[in-house]
């Protein structure tokens, strides 16, 4: 079985790499092809995944090349997880939105916006492209905004591509474990958007265990979200949120604390990582140890500013692993060897929140088969949450119809709409500011 990762020299590669070499079972991936414009980085990443690999003796064949249609051909799974503009695209996008006083993080609010509206053209024509030449391959989107960039890409591929995210594998996953449940075992009922959603509720041998959580203070200041969102506005909520809504619930205290950064976290991860690719082809280095290095680095720092300005302290080691990967290789082996399970993705909404349209991506919890991912039926979300999800995909259409005909009225009228974006001048000036640095912007006339 072949499987093709576009952006195949990105940081993450390895991860995917590793869980391949986990699975021994048949049907499993046994070509991997690795696809990027920078063939340095293809490089690079390719000789991390060889020491992986030493000693793995049914391990997958990798093939790197920079021919999109190359990698695509025969393709029975696309995993797309490429950067348009690349880290300095990101540092980019943040520093002309603190600029204004508004948040400029990759997937949220300006930053968010400004990376949708030079990634959807790219993302779009990789999807007529699969659609041409692997008209039956299951596209797994890890490309960010993931929700975004999905439902660009369901409108050439349908239901044949799913997006994925770990926020809230590891939101559950810490909800179970100061539960003192597996995390296995427990189902998380958990509704939104990508990075715009909640858990309503944890269902525990038939039992949602949520109210309890709730109820007790100190088991709710115990973990990550607890710290980071407060005791007092979580019981308020009544729901758990995505930490990301850290950004919309205390905006301000974010925004100083990127301003106040020494760096950016764009600008970081693109030092941290020139550093890396130059030291990963070393004949003197092992590419695998540096690698380990910088991710230990990497996952640390995740959010750190939301952390310092909540005081919610260091993340918790068990934090540290990623999840992502996981998810891929659940999905991948549920579609190709028909293993029913339940995986929290982005997929097209169809019926099941009532206040969007069928056509509209959500994440939610799916039951996935050989047949694909089918969401899994959900109740309302409390009145506040539905506000916001329907006021930010409200957002992203406009940001899919700039992408679309190429009007930079209607890209300002995106930045405008978004609730973290506070003045129509704030958002021309945002335009002109993005359109002055991204090369990838120039199509908004």
Not at 10 to 38: C, M, S
Not at 50 to 75: F, H, I, K, M, N
Not at 267 to 281: S, V
Not at 361 to 390: R, S
């Amino acid at each position: 079985m072949k499987l093709t990762i576009l952006g195949g020299g990105g940081f993450r590669v390895p991860l995917v790499h590793g869980a391949l070499l986990t699975d021994h079972a048949e049907g499993r991936v046994t070509e991997v092809v690795l696809h990027d414009l920078d063939d340095r980085r293809l490089y690079a990443v390719r000789r991390v995944l060889a020491e992986q690999a030493a000693g793995v003796p049914d391990a997958p064949r990798v093939t790197v090349t920079t021919d999109l249609d190359e990698a695509l051909s025969g393709a029975h799974f696309v995993f797309s997880a490429i950067r348009v503009g690349g880290l300095e695209g990101r540092a980019n996008d943040e520093r002309v939105a603190l600029a204004e006083g508004v948040l400029g993080q990759e997937t949220v609010g300006a930053g968010g916006i400004a990376y949708g509206l030079r990634t959807v053209p790219v993302a779009v024509d990789i999807a007529r492209r699969i659609a041409g030449l692997a008209p039956d391959a299951w596209v797994i989107n890890f490309t960010n905004p993931a929700g975004l960039v999905t439902e660009a890409m369901s409108r050439y591929l349908g239901d044949r591509v799913i997006g994925i995210c770990d926020s809230p594998v590891g939101l559950g996953r810490r909800i179970a474990r100061v539960l003192g449940a597996d995390p296995q075992e427990a189902f998380i009922d958990y509704v939104g958007l990508n990075h715009l959603g909640w858990v309503r509720g944890v269902r525990v041998a038939g039992r949602d265990e949520l109210p309890r959580l709730l109820a007790d203070p100190a088991l709710l200041g115990s973990f990550e979200e607890g710290r980071l969102f407060g005791v007092d506005w979580l019981q308020s909520l009544g729901v758990i949120p995505n930490e990301y809504l850290h950004y919309y619930y205390f905006n301000r205290e974010a925004v100083r604390a990127y301003q106040e950064a020494e760096q950016t976290r764009g600008a970081f991860l693109r030092d941290q990582q020139a550093r890396f690719y130059a030291e990963a082809l070393r004949a003197d280095r092992s590419a695998l140890d540096v690698w380990d290095r910088t991710r230990a680095e990497r996952e640390a720092t995740y959010m750190a500013e939301n952390r310092e300005s909540a005081g919610a302290g260091e993340r918790e080691a068990e934090d540290l692993s990623g999840g992502y990967e996981k998810v891929a290789l659940a999905l991948m082996r549920a579609i190709a060897r028909d293993e029913r399970t339940t995986l929290i993705l982005n997929v097209r909404n169809g019926k099941t929140l009532t206040a969007l349209d069928g056509d509209a991506v959500i994440e939610v919890p799916c039951t996935v088969d050989a047949g694909g991912a089918h969401p899994l039926a959900a109740g309302p979300l409390p009145a506040h949450a539905t506000g916001l999800v329907c006021s930010v995909k409200a957002v992203e259409r406009e940001v899919l119809a700039a992408a679309e005909s190429g009007s930079r009225q209607t890209a300002v009228k995106a930045f405008a709409l978004h609730p973290l974006v506070d003045s129509v001048s704030v958002a021309r000036r945002l335009v002109e500011g993005y359109t002055d640095v991204h090369p990838g912007l120039a199509y908004l006339k």
